[in-house]
C-alpha cells in the first residue's frame, strides 16, 4: 500500500511530518522549510502530502525534476498522455516559486474574460507582451503561449482550479489576470490544487531529492542522479523534464550575470539556484539571456516580501517621500524600477483605501505581518510616513480628479483607475525593487525540447518554466510567469510521455 508522507506547512514555524493516507505511521521531521521566511506565502498554509522514499524505484518512464508549477502540470500531463512519470524535489515542501505567486495567470480570450465581457485577442496579448519585453521575446514560442493561454485557464479549471477573477497587471491594456474566485493569492491555491490532482493519478512525489545530474548513456538521456536520504542513487528514465525554476536565490550566479544587483534582496524561495542551468549546461544545453533578470518595484525590504502587483490593479498609486507621484505605476516592471531608483530616497510609498484593500486579498497579509501604517485620513496617513499633510492631501485630489476623467495628465497612466482612492482607512507600504524574476535561462523550442548549441534537440531532455529563456524576453510581464508554467508544464508532459512510448 502507497505510504505518504503528509507536512503541514505552516508559515514560519516547525514543519511536523505526519505519516497519513493508508498507511497510519508517524514520523517527525525538522525540517529546513521551517526556519526559512522565504518559504512564506501569502496565500495560506496548507497541508501537503510526499511519498515515502522507501518507495523510490531505480526506473521511471519520466523524471521530472522540481515540483513547481511546470513540475506538477508535466506531471500530470505525462500521466494523462500514457506515461509513467516519477517527480524529484530537492526541498521539504513541494511549491517552489509557484507556491509565492501572487497577482494571478496571464490568458486571452478565455471563457471567464467572455462571461464578464471583458473583450481581449491573442494577438493583442502576444503584441503587449512582445512590446513589455522590448521585442526581444522569442516570438515562436510567445504565439505558441498566448494561443494556449485560454485551453491552459479551460484545463485547470476541469482539474477543480478555478481562475475566474480577473484582475490587470503592469503593460496589459486589459483584465487577463486571472486569479481564485475570491480575489486571492494564486499561489497557495494552485499549487494545492495541482498537488491533489498529483496524488489523485498515484504519481510519486519525492521531496528532499536533489538531483545533481542529468545522465547521459551513449549521447541519450538515461536519467538522474539524486541525492536522498544521505546517499546518491541512480534512477534510469528515457526522458527527463527539467523544472528547476530560476536562479533567483542564488546571488552568486544572480551578480555573476548582472553586477549591478549586488547586495538586492530577493523575493525568491531558497531552491531557486539555477541548478537546472547548469546541470543542463554540463550537457551541452545553449543559454539564452541570462543577464535579463528582473527587479520588482514593490517589495518590503525588512521581509523581501513582494507587495502583489494586484494592489496597484486594483487602484493603488506610488509616491516619493515627498509624497507627491513620480510615474505611472501601470507601466512595465523595469521602467517602475527604475523610477523608484532614480528618486533620491531609492524607495517609495504604495498608498491606497479601504476600496483596494477590498479587492486585493493579499493586503490582509500584509497587514497582519505589520507592513502597513494606516490612518482615517490622508493627512493622518501623511503624518505616519514623514510626508508633508499638504502634499499628500493634493497628491491624492489630483489622483481622484484623474480617475474621475479618465485621465491622468501627470504621468499618463491609462489602467486600473476604475475606482477613486477615497474611502478611509488609508493605507501605505514603504518599498523597494528586489530580485524577483530570471528570464533567461535553457533554450527550448515550442515542443519544449532541450536546445544544444547547434540549434538541435537533445533527444529526451525537456524543460519548461522559469528555468528556460526566451519568452519573456528583457522584461517579464506580471502573471505571464504562471502562465508560462502551465502552458510549457503541460506540454514537457505531453511531449517527453510521447517520447517514451517511441
Ligand atoms: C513572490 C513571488 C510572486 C510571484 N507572483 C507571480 C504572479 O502572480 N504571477 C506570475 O505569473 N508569476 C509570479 N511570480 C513568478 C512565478 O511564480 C515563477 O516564475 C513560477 O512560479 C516558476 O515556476 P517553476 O515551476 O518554473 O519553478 P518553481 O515554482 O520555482 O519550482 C521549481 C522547483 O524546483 C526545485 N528544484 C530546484 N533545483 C532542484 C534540484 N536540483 N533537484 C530537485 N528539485 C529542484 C525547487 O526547489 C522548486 O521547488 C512570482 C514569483 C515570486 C517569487
Not at 539556484?273 to 535579463?292: H, N
Not at 524576453?473 to 517511441?502: C, Y
Request: aromatic share 6%; with cysteine.
Amino acid at each position: 500500500m502507497k505510504k505518504i508522507f503528509s507536512n503541514l506547512l505552516l508559515l514560519s514555524s516547525l514543519l511536523l511530518v505526519t505519516a497519513c493516507g493508508n498507511a497510519g505511521q508517524t514520523t517527525n521531521s525538522t525540517s529546513s522549510a521551517s526556519s526559512d521566511k522565504t518559504t512564506d506565502t501569502t496565500s495560506g498554509a496548507s497541508e501537503q502530502q510526499y511519498t515515502d522514499p522507501a518507495e523510490l524505484k531505480d526506473t521511471y518512464d519520466v523524471i521530472i525534476v522540481g515540483a513547481g508549477g511546470a513540475g506538477m502540470a508535466a506531471a500530470i500531463q505525462a500521466k494523462e498522455s500514457g506515461a509513467n512519470p516519477v517527480i524529484l524535489e530537492k526541498m521539504p515542501i513541494a511549491g517552489g516559486n509557484t507556491l509565492k505567486s501572487s497577482a494571478g495567470m496571464n490568458a486571452s480570450e478565455t471563457k471567464f474574460q467572455a462571461e464578464q465581457g471583458i473583450e481581449d485577442s491573442n494577438q493583442a496579448f502576444f503584441d503587449e507582451t512582445l512590446k513589455g519585453g522590448a521585442e526581444t521575446n522569442d516570438q515562436e514560442l510567445l504565439r505558441y503561449f498566448v494561443d494556449h493561454s485560454a485551453s491552459a485557464i479551460d484545463w485547470l479549471d476541469s482539474m477543480g482550479i478555478k481562475l475566474d477573477n480577473i484582475t490587470i497587471t503592469g503593460g496589459m491594456s486589459t483584465q487577463r489576470t486571472h486569479r481564485p474566485s475570491d480575489g486571492s493569492s494564486i499561489g497557495g491555491y494552485l499549487v494545492d490544487g495541482l498537488i491533489s490532482n498529483v496524488h489523485e493519478r498515484e504519481i510519486p512525489l519525492f521531496v528532499n531529492a536533489d538531483v545533481v545530474k542529468i545522465n547521459e548513456t551513449d549521447g541519450k538521456i538515461s536519467g538522474v542522479q539524486v541525492k536522498i536520504e544521505g546517499e546518491e542513487k541512480t534512477i534510469k528514465a528515457d526522458a527527463v523534464i527539467v523544472t528547476t525554476g530560476g536562479f533567483g536565490a542564488n546571488m552568486e550566479m544572480v551578480v555573476a550575470n548582472k553586477p549591478e544587483l549586488a547586495g538586492f534582496v530577493t523575493t525568491n524561495q531558497a531552491g531557486s539556484t539555477g541548478d537546472g542551468i547548469t546541470m543542463i549546461e554540463a550537457l551541452g544545453g545553449q543559454t539564452v539571456d541570462l543577464d535579463k533578470i528582473q527587479i520588482h518595484p514593490t517589495v518590503e525590504q525588512e521581509t523581501s516580501l513582494l507587495i502583489t502587483e494586484a494592489v496597484r490593479g486594483e487602484g493603488a498609486i506610488l509616491v516619493s517621500q515627498a509624497g507627491t507621484r513620480f510615474y505611472n505605476e501601470m507601466d512595465t516592471r523595469d521602467k517602475v524600477s527604475q523610477a523608484i531608483i532614480a528618486l533620491p530616497e531609492q524607495y517609495a510609498y504604495l498608498i491606497f483605501d479601504a476600496g483596494v484593500k477590498e479587492r486585493a486579498k493579499a493586503i490582509d497579509f500584509y497587514v497582519k505581518e505589520g507592513l502597513t501604517v494606516e490612518s482615517e485620513t490622508i493627512e493622518g496617513l501623511a503624518n505616519e510616513i514623514g510626508a508633508s499633510e499638504a502634499d499628500l492631501k493634493a497628491t491624492l485630489d489630483t489622483w481622484n480628479q484623474a480617475v474621475t476623467a479618465q485621465d491622468d495628465t501627470e504621468f499618463g497612466r491609462a489602467t486600473a483607475m476604475d475606482n477613486r482612492l477615497d474611502k478611509g482607512p488609508f493605507y501605505a507600504i514603504k518599498i523597494a525593487p528586489g530580485i524577483h524574476h530570471t528570464m533567461g535561462g535553457v533554450k527550448i523550442n515550442t515542443l519544449t525540447e532541450v536546445q544544444n548549441k547547434a540549434n538541435e534537440s537533445i533527444p529526451g531532455l525537456y524543460a519548461a518554466g522559469e528555468v528556460t529563456g526566451g519568452l519573456h524576453g528583457s522584461n517579464r510581464i506580471g502573471g505571464n510567469a504562471v502562465a508560462d508554467i502551465i502552458i510549457f508544464g503541460r506540454q514537457a508532459g505531453e511531449q517527453a510521455a510521447t517520447f517514451v512510448k517511441k
